[in-house]
Each structure stands twice: as structure tokens, then as C-alpha cells.
């Protein structure tokens, strides 16, 4: 997030509007499993200009991580050209590797080694001398938070400072260039800002060019210019606010009526005729028209709907809908909804539940309730103890005292048991690559108990579902990131589970994905499916219907949304976020433990 101190300051008039990197026509292309030539990109063009931010945006599959591997001299293109710093990569790779810094998805820090000893790898395959390690090294500790961390091992920070190290890693050099691919993958709304700010700080006092990719289309809006892929192929480029402009008069916001949740009411309007995109906003769900009778027919159901100013989320999906174009999903009526579980059983009873490593309190006296047909979210920062708490409430992790009931089975007795009535997503694609699309779904099939008939039915069931009809061939380890999800999702719900375990389900997924994921996720429960999430991505946190926010273990807040949204301080004229209240949640505990 760019910090609130004005405008960048000019750029002397040499190095002002100087190209940085530039490309012509450029195309790449790679074979599958099966030989086939696909193409990465297509005839791309742009230019990017100095001590100026641009994002790369666009879905899975778009060609953003070959653009960036291209300008790092990591692959050499089919056609066109692509220069930096004025050099050309394709045969200067050498001479541009010197003078760039360049940030992959999993950037390769060596656990096992401290952050100081990471540190001196990088500044020794630089060359850098020990004099230059004295000055550059405190400025980095200190731009990046970790000072008081040049001893701990690597393996032992939060997935925030590990995106921190690595940027040091990467800055050692000083680069004129800086690449980064999906920097903030992973890391929570408190990282992702101090992350920002960073980026911003070498910009604003160092003159240094980023190229960034994100999958988040807030962050998009921060950056100075934007490039959208899609395809391979540049569907537009501009400032965030000219690609807002493009879904000018066609944004409207809805308040959702009292019968229906509000992500029920996100659900109908998703499928609605004219709609290119719906997604919750506060209690509300905000859409986008592909003219003005969607909201027309809206009002005229006995909606309040009241207009408001584009965003660049809403131009994007504006002309992501123009380029794929319209959907055929039948209409459906907007004040119809499905008939829903009661949500009075209590299907996961957690009390005082704590656990301990050693010395160390993972989880300190937790407890909650979810109720049968609940989306319930545990959302905390990194390290804040909820992947420890699911581990557990999975039957993955015993706990050292406290109780866990799940499906009615008491998990310190029961653990395989209660197994068979859950599902389980992991944060990291955990099914087996070298297996097709096909073999996992077997393989799970069979590991769930299910056989002869009934297994061919809910393999059949899985494929048609998730739309894998045709990847079936496909390993799964070189499915897009989309596709990874889709066959995660199939193979935990082969058995039928009666409670799904999602852990940051979504992380690095692109826009489009998340939004089929979570349409999927809420007709699960509206069937009666109790969804446990964690998340990291605050405007998936509008959807659960209930939530706790964990920090060092410890329960720090619990209620809906709208509970939750309460405790930030709100704008005049503005509903606060999800995130602003998680913020400042998070930063009253920190500053009160100080």
C-alpha cells in the first residue's frame, strides 16, 4: 500500500519517462505433456517507464509469469524483442541479470540457514564486498522489520518475513530493476501493506522501476500503471483509473434484504441476465451491468439499488466479459432462495483448547461453536496459531488439553473416525503431481472406501462438476492454478463430507477462479455442508457467516461480518472493510502488549 505522504517526487528531467523496459512483438511459446505447442504470449508490446510501478494483471494462463521471466534472461523468446536498461536481453541475459533484482513466486531461501546467512549467500553470488555489506545490510534490516531476526533460522518465520527476507535477498545488489511474481502470495492484509510499503520506499528514495504481478485487484489499483494479459495477448493497459473509467455507469450497489444473507443475495445476482460481475461488499453486494436493465430489474424485485463510482476490479471484469463474452447461464430469480439447512446443530465444539510445542504456546484457550450449513472463517495474521487449530480439527495435530468435538466424535478419541466426515483442502497443492487428473481421483475414490459403481458415480460426478472432462489426461502437477483448485476440491468431496476443511484455498488463484470457487462454496452451503476457511484475503472473509480473528494463539474477536466490520472506526460516508477492522484489531493488541 502506497504510504500517505504525497505524490512521488519528480524524476530529473534525464531520468524522467526514460524507458526501462521495452518490448516488441514478443511471442513464447512451450509443448505440454502430450507435444503440443501452447502459446505463453502473443505479439505482446509495451514499455515501462523509470522510477514507475507497474502491475501485471490478468487470469491464470494470461502469460504474466513468462513476461517477468522474459525480462529476467530466463528464457529466450520465439519472436520479438524485449530490451532492458537499454541492452537486449535475449543476448545480453548476463548483463541484465547484473542489474536487476528479480523475485520469483517461491523465492529460494534456504530454510536451515539464519536470515544473516541468507543474506551473505545472495551478496556473495553479487560479488559484493564486505564494505558495501556494512552499509547495505542495516538499511535493508531496518526497511524490512528484520533487525531483531538476523539470527533465527529461516524455516522459523511467518510467511510474511519470508516474503520480507527474500526481498532483502533481492535487494542486496541494488538493482535499477526490480521484478517481483506475486510477491504478497501467502502473506496477511498487515504484511501485504508493509510489503507495499517497502516498494514504494525504493521508488520514492531510490529511483528504482518495479514490475510486479499480483493475483489482487486492490492491489493493482495502488500501482502506478497497470497491463492487462489475457491470453497471452494485451487486452489493455493504462492507469487504474482509466481502466476504471471503462465500467463508468455500469456500477451499482445493492442492499441485501432482510430475509437473505448477503452472499445468498451475491449468489442470485452472479447468475442474473446483464450482470458481468457481483461480489460482496460490506453487507451489500455490489454488481456490474452490461447495460443498464440488470439493475432496472433489480429495483424492480424490490431491491434498493443506488449507483456508485467505478473501481478498477470493475473495469477489469468489464473487459475480461467483452473479450470472453456474455455468459449463457440461464436466468434465475434474484428473490428465490434455496431452501437452507437449519443452522441450530452444532457440528464442531471446540473448548479451551490449547497446544504446545516445547516451550512455546501454539494455541491458548480457544473456543467457538460452527453450526451445520456455517461458512465460518478463522482469519490472524501469520504465526497467529490457525493452521495449528485446524490441523487439530482436522484430526492432523493432537491437542494438550482442552476438548474437540467434531461431527459429534470426540477428536481425542475418535480421530480416524471423524476423518471419514471431512474434507480437507490444503494451502499447498498437496495431491499427487506425476498422477493425471484421472488417477487422483481414482486413487482418493479409493482411499475414501468407495467402490464399484458408487466410485465411477462420483468420479463421473467430479469431472462434469468442476468442468475436468478435458484435462483428464493431465498431470496434475502441471495443471494452471485454477485447474489445481478445482481437482483439490473434487477429491475432498468424493466421499460426500458432511464439514470442509479449506486452507487459504485460494492463495495466488486469480480473480476469476476465486469467484467460481466461492459460487461453489456457497451452493455446498446451502446444502447443508459446514465450511471451516482460513483465509487471507480479506474480502473472501464477507462471505462466512460467522468468524473469529486469532492472534499469538489467543481469540481476539468473534462474530459476523457486520460484528466484526463494528470495530474499526468507520469513514464518513463509508461501510468499514473487513480489512480496516482487521487492522485494527491487530495493531491495538500489538501496541497494548508493548
Not at 481425542?412 to 480437507?424: D, E, H, L, P, V
Not at 489445481?484 to 458432511?498: I, S, Y
Request: hydrophobic share 40%; net charge negative; with cysteine.
Amino acid at each position: 500500500m502506497r504510504k500517505e505522504t504525497g505524490p512521488l517526487p519528480e524524476m530529473d528531467e534525464h531520468a524522467a519517462g526514460h524507458e526501462v523496459l521495452s518490448c516488441e512483438g514478443l511471442s513464447m511459446e512451450f509443448t505440454d505433456e502430450r507435444k503440443r505447442n501452447i502459446s505463453a504470449l502473443d505479439g505482446v508490446s509495451l514499455s515501462i517507464n523509470r522510477g514507475v510501478v507497474t502491475g501485471l494483471i490478468g487470469p491464470d494462463g494470461a502469460g504474466k509469469t513468462t513476461l517477468i521471466r522474459l525480462a529476467a534472461g530466463l528464457f529466450t523468446p520465439k519472436t520479438g524483442s524485449i530490451h532492458v536498461l537499454g541492452m537486449d536481453v535475449a543476448s545480453r541475459p548476463q548483463a541484465v541479470q547484473s542489474r536487476i533484482g528479480y523475485m520469483p513466486q517461491r523465492f529460494g531461501l534456504y530454510e536451515d540457514l539464519t536470515v544473516l546467512e541468507n543474506m551473505n549467500l545472495y551478496a556473495d553470488l553479487h560479488g559484493l564486498s564486505a564494505e558495501t555489506r556494512t552499509v547495505r545490510y542495516p538499511q535493508l534490516m531496518q526497511m524490512t522489520g528484520l533487525s531483531r531476526f538476523t539470527g533465527r533460522l529461516a524455516g522459523r518465520l511467518s510467511g510474511g518475513m519470508k516474503q520480507k527476507l527474500g526481498l532483502a535477498c533481492t535487494l542486496v545488489s541494488t538493482p535499477d530493476l526490480l521484478l517481483l511474481d506475486e510477491p504478497t502470495v501467502g502473506v496477511d492484509p498487515l504484511s501485504r501493506r508493509e510489503l507495499w510499503e517497502i516498494v514504494y520506499s525504493l521508488v520514492r528514495d531510490q529511483g528504482i522501476t518495479v514490475l510486479l504481478s499480483t493475483s489482487y485487484l486492490d492491489e493493482a489499483e495502488r500501482c502506478d500503471m497497470t497491463v492487462l494479459l489475457f491470453q497471452g495477448k494485451v487486452l489493455a493497459s493504462g492507469s487504474p483509473s482509466q481502466i476504471s473509467s471503462i465500467a463508468d455507469g455500469r456500477s451499482f450497489r445493492i442492499e441485501t434484504p432482510h430475509h437473505l444473507k448477503p452472499r445468498q443475495l451475491q449468489a442470485r445476482m452472479a447468475v442474473a441476465e446483464g450482470i458481468v460481475d457481483a461480489v460482496l461488499e460490506g453487507s451489500s453486494v455490489r454488481i456490474v451491468t452490461s447495460g443498464g436493465k440488470a439493475s432496472e430489474h433489480a429495483a424492480s424485485e424490490g431491491l434498493t439499488v443506488r449507483p456508485v463510482a467505478p473501481r478498477f476490479e470493475d473495469g477489469f471484469m468489464t473487459l475480461l466479459s467483452r473479450t470472453a463474452g456474455e455468459r449463457t447461464d440461464a436466468p434465475q430469480p434474484l428473490l428465490n432462495p434455496a431452501a437452507t439447512p437449519a443452522e441450530t446443530e452444532v457440528v464442531v465444539e471446540v473448548s479451551n483448547l490449547f497446544k504446545r510445542f516445547g516451550s512455546f504456546t501454539a494455541v491458548e484457550n480457544v473456543t467457538f461453536q460452527v453450526h451445520r450449513g456455517e461458512i465460518f472463517g478463522l482469519l490472524g495474521p501469520n504465526g497467529a496459531g490457525k493452521s495449528t487449530t485446524f490441523r487439530m480439527l482436522c484430526g492432523l495435530l493432537p491437542a494438550t488439553s482442552g476438548s474437540l468435538s467434531v461431527a459429534g466424535m470426540d477428536l481425542r478419541r475418535a480421530r480416524a473416525s471423524a476423518r471419514q466426515r471431512i474434507g480437507y483442502v490444503a494451502q499447498k497443492f498437496s495431491l499427487y503431481g506425476p498422477l493425471t487428473v484421472m488417477e487422483n481421483l481414482e486413487f482418493f475414490a479409493g482411499a475414501y472406501g468407495l467402490r464399484n459403481l458408487r466410485k465411477k458415480q462420483r468420479i463421473d460426478w467430479a469431472l462434469v462438476q468442476f468442468g475436468l472432462q478435458k484435462r483428464v489426461n493431465s498431470p496434475a502437477g502441471e495443471l494452471p492454478g485454477g485447474y489445481k483448485q478445482r481437482l483439490a476440491m473434487a477429491c475432498a468431496l468424493m466421499h460426500e463430507p458432511d464439514i470442509l476443511f479449506l486452507d487459504e484455498p485460494t492463495s495466488g488463484v486469480d480473480p476469476l477462479a476465486r469467484r467460481e470457487f466461492w459460487s461453489r462454496i456457497n451452493t455446498l452451503a446451502d446444502e447443508g455442508v459446514t465450511i471451516i476457511v482460513t483465509t487471507h484475503f480479506m474480502e473472501e472473509a464477507e462471505y462466512c457467516d460467522h468468524m473469529v480473528i486469532m492472534v499469538d494463539g489467543r481469540i481476539l474477536a468473534s462474530g459476523t461480518p457486520l460484528s466484526i466490520r463494528s470495530q474499526a472506526s468507520p469513514q464518513e460516508g463509508k461501510e468499514p472493510t473487513i480489512e480496516e477492522s482487521f487492522i485494527h484489531i491487530v495493531e491495538n493488541f500489538r501496541e497494548s502488549a508493548l
